[in-house]
């Protein structure tokens, strides 16, 4: 039994243990930009933004529909391949009061938001 446990890939939960949280907490000067208020009329779209919107959105259906299946080998080979790029993640959180909370993470890793509550 003790050669099959130690053939097994650790868990994400014992690995995380492992991983440097990295935790900070920043405060911003008083003399910090405030941040840029758009106008509404920023978030409003003219009929080609709308047209190119829809257009991209049709294109991105049609790749997706004609494209084949994926095996769950083929979809787990693409997820280890974008944690390669990305192994881990980085949370920042800003307070009314000019703080921010820095955390990191693996990016599969659950719990995340739990464990920022633990050290607010």
């Known amino acids: 039994m003790a050669s099959e446990s130690s053939s097994n890939p650790p ?13 900070k907490v920043f405060e911003l000067p008083a ?5 840029v208020e758009m106008p509404e009329s920023f978030y409003k ?15 991105q259906r049609q790749k997706l529909e004609n494209s084949p299946l994926k095996t769950q080998k083929m979809r787990n080979a693409e997820e280890q391949e ?5 192994p881990k993640t ?8 000019r703080r921010i909370l820095q955390a990191t993470f693996l990016s599969k890793e659950p719990g995340k938001y739990s464990i920022l509550r633990q050290n607010l």
């Open 45 to 59: 779209l003219d009929s080609s933004e709308l047209k190119k919107l829809y257009q991209s959105q049709m294109e």
């Open 11 to 23: 868990s994400i939960a014992s690995t995380a243990d492992a991983v440097d949280r990295q935790i």
């Open 90 to 97: 980085t949370m920042r959180i800003r307070f009314p009061d």
């Open 31 to 35: 003399n910090a930009a405030a941040p």
């Open 82 to 86: 974008r944690m390669k790029k990305y």
